[in-house]
């Protein structure tokens, strides 16, 4: 079994020691150095010239839904809470339109080889309009036939009716994720989410029944009122439905930049030793289970997408997580949603009126973005590595980027100097590797390597913490 692979071994002094704020690298630089000077122009200008590498990108379609129809209080995502299914219909319409723009920035020999649905909660639409933005898309894009397409939706299990799985399966969906964060009752109501298992199972079943290629489930430790024996109880209810892959999020306190969370009671949040209690406990169930610890917060069954992915090194990292196709540029739709075109980011407004101004104007909604430098690409490249590999190799990336690593990255390799005295990181030859220890601590020592973290700031960017 690849070293990555392997579920880590639990060191709760050096995880306290190090459990400190920092990004979590879905893409290098990270969103805080977006800005406004990158605009549609240049967003356009990005998707026209991506059409010119010999070897056509295939594309990855993103669009975010973000209508919720209850809020649950731990959240961070961008969504709006509502009851009102009309606005379903019309923010479809504007999706469509943002899509009928985009469309023809790249050539019709790019394949669309994944898509996915994320929110808020997707499943504020019913099928008959994800099957019409599906309709749409494939209009202005050109869908894969392959067999190994990735069409993935984001599902809360409260609000899936039957038939709703049967229906997406129809449309060419193969992937779901499924979030749960904690079935016991008490934290269930502490968090404003009461999700049965009945019906959680009963959507995994659908699933498998129907098709699915994998099914993921998210969980959530460090929840008010959570304690080992309520989230062991979760954890064994959802092996025993043995998902293809799990999430176990670390839930980041911080209502000053999400107003959910300010509906939450501090008080009754586990202490500093009862979560790594928690994240102990999943380690150790998931281990037994059989799971691969693939990166982050995530692992997956052996056989898995992810984990094949990981063993072939094929393994990619971006505002949808992990995922399987390294090779594609990433086009995000809607409110908020993220585009890495080449070498560009580009992000349409977080709030929804400034989104269905720029639409309705014929307008590329984007917002803010930027050009990577070469500095950027070659961090990117090396951050990107450590995220889903573990490791770095340096020949491989000199040779990419026509540097002396050791020269060039004097300064980063002496911030890791203490990491590697502490165990975290080893040096064999022509190779940076995250040890064993170190594999649950990616995130700090990518930020060795972060340009961005180490220059003097007027506004310091709030960060969750690694554990």
């Given at each position: 079994m ?5 579920i880590?071994?639990f060191d ?9 704020p920092?990004?979590r690298?879905?893409s290098?630089?990270?969103a ?5 000077g990158?605009?549609a ?12 590498d010999?070897?056509?990108r ?6 975010h839904v ?6 649950c209080?731990?959240?961070?995502c961008?969504r709006?809470?509502t ?7 019309a ?7 943002e ?12 394949e ?21 933005l599906?309709e749409s898309l494939d209009t202005?894009?050109?869908f894969?036939?392959?067999p190994?397409?990735?069409?993935s939706?984001?599902?809360d299990?409260r ?5 709703d799985?049967?229906a997406?399966?129809f449309?060419?969906?193969n ?6 964060q904690d079935?016991?009752p ?5 968090v404003?989410?009461i ?9 995994i ?5 129907h098709?699915f ?18 989230f062991?109880r ?5 092996i025993e439905?043995?998902p293809d ?8 306190h911080m209502p000053?930049?999400?107003k959910p969370q300010?509906?939450?009671d501090a ?5 500093p030793?009862?979560?790594?209690g928690?994240?102990?406990l999943?380690?150790e ?18 056989e ?5 992915a990981?063993?072939r ?10 995922t ?10 809607g409110v ?11 992000q ?9 101004i720029a639409?309705d104007?014929?307008r590329l909604?984007?917002?803010?973005g930027?050009?990577l ?8 490249d090396?951050?990107?590595q ?5 490791e770095i ?7 990419r980027h026509d ?7 004097a300064?980063d ?20 590797r ?5 594999r649950?601590?990616?995130r700090?020592?990518?930020a060795?390597f972060?340009?961005?973290l180490h ?13």
């Amino acid at each position: 079994m690849p070293a990555m692979t392997a579920i880590p071994p639990f060191d709760a002094d050096l995880l306290r020691r190090y459990d400190r704020p920092g990004p979590r690298y879905t893409s290098y630089p990270t969103a805080p150095q977006f800005h406004g000077g990158f605009g549609a122009a240049e967003m356009a200008r990005a998707a026209r010239q991506s059409n010119d590498d010999p070897i056509p990108r295939r594309l990855s379609l993103y669009a975010h839904v973000p209508f919720c129809f209850s809020p649950c209080f731990y959240c961070g995502c961008n969504r709006i809470i509502t009851r009102d299914h009309s606005r379903a219909e019309a923010y479809l319409s504007r999706l469509v339109r943002e899509a009928a723009m985009l469309g023809p920035l790249f050539d019709r020999d790019r394949e669309v080889i994944q898509i996915h649905l994320g929110g808020g909660t997707p499943n504020f639409m019913t099928p008959g309009q994800i099957g019409e933005l599906l309709e749409s898309l494939d209009t202005h894009f050109r869908f894969s036939r392959s067999p190994e397409r990735d069409f993935s939706i984001e599902l809360d299990p409260r609000f899936v009716n039957p038939g709703d799985i049967e229906a997406l399966a129809f449309m060419g969906f193969n992937r779901a994720s499924l979030g749960v964060q904690d079935f016991d009752p008490a934290v269930q109501k502490a968090v404003n989410r009461i999700q049965s298992v009945e019906e959680t199972r009963a959507v995994i079943d659908a699933c498998r029944k129907h098709g699915f290629r994998s099914v993921n489930v998210d969980l959530i430790y460090g929840l008010p009122l959570q304690s080992r024996e309520g989230f062991g109880r979760t954890l064994d209810t959802v092996i025993e439905a043995r998902p293809d892959r799990l999430a176990v999020y670390s839930y980041a306190h911080m209502p000053q930049l999400f107003k959910p969370q300010k509906q939450l009671d501090a008080s009754l949040l586990p202490d500093p030793e009862t979560k790594l209690g928690l994240l102990q406990l999943a380690i150790e169930k998931l281990s037994v289970a059989g799971y691969r610890y693939v990166g982050m917060d995530h692992f997956a069954l052996p056989e898995d997408d992810l984990s094949l992915a990981q063993e072939r090194g094929g393994l990619h990292r971006n505002f949808m997580g992990y995922t399987t196709h390294a090779d594609s540029d990433l086009v995000g739709m809607g409110v908020s949603a993220i585009s890495h075109i080449g070498d560009t980011y580009s992000q349409n407004p977080r709030d929804l009126p400034s989104w269905e101004i720029a639409v309705d104007a014929g307008r590329l909604p984007t917002w803010r973005g930027m050009t990577l430098d070469a500095d950027d690409v070659l961090r990117a490249d090396l951050i990107q590595q450590l995220m889903c590999q573990g490791e770095i190799d340096i020949a491989a990336l000199e040779e990419r980027h026509d540097v002396d690593f050791d020269i060039y990255f004097a300064a980063d390799l002496e911030r890791l100097q203490a990491l590697e005295a502490d165990g975290l990181v080893e040096r064999p030859a022509g190779r940076i590797r995250a040890t064993s220890r170190g594999r649950l601590l990616l995130r700090i020592i990518a930020a060795c390597f972060d340009r961005y973290l180490h220059q003097p700031s007027e506004q310091p960017v709030r960060y969750s913490k690694s554990i």
